[in-house]
């Protein structure tokens, strides 16, 4: 069974940096694209980064190119997402996805984690 498990959210303080962490488990990991989404309270699930099986390849929402670097240790089995410049309007639920291909829209991801609590206070 396939698990992601998300790890190192909190609250930091505008301009701060946060590292977010994705383990996962119960699948063959170089071979699925992985992305970080996020949700902030009343709003839909939004795509903020993904990275391909190489890692060589990337794509990120525009308001956090710049800001925030996705990557993946495929030894490990973990991607994670390097946060800097953090803004007030980055707080939501962050969530780790894995699909075989790579999109956008969070309706087309097959596995996702539980999420982790990223706050941003001004």
């Known amino acids: 069974q396939v698990q992601l498990v998300e790890s190192g959210g909190g609250l930091v303080q505008a301009g701060g940096s946060l590292r977010l962490s994705c383990a996962a488990s119960?699948?063959?990991?170089?071979?699925?694209?992985m992305a970080w989404f996020r949700q902030a309270p009343g709003k839909e699930r939004e795509f903020v980064a993904a990275?391909?099986?190489?890692?060589?390849?990337?794509r990120y929402v525009d308001s956090v190119k710049g800001r925030f670097t996705i990557s993946r240790d495929n030894a490990k089995n973990t991607v994670f997402l390097q946060m800097n410049s953090l803004k007030p309007e980055d707080t939501a639920v962050y969530y780790c996805?894995?699909?075989?291909?790579?999109?956008?829209?969070?309706?087309?991801?097959?596995?996702w984690g539980q999420g982790t609590q990223v706050t941003v206070s001004s």
């Open positions: 996805a894995a699909n075989q291909r790579g999109t956008t829209r969070a309706e087309t991801w097959a596995y």
């Open positions: 990275i391909g099986w190489t890692g060589t390849w990337n």
């Open positions: 119960g699948l063959t990991f170089s071979d699925y694209t």
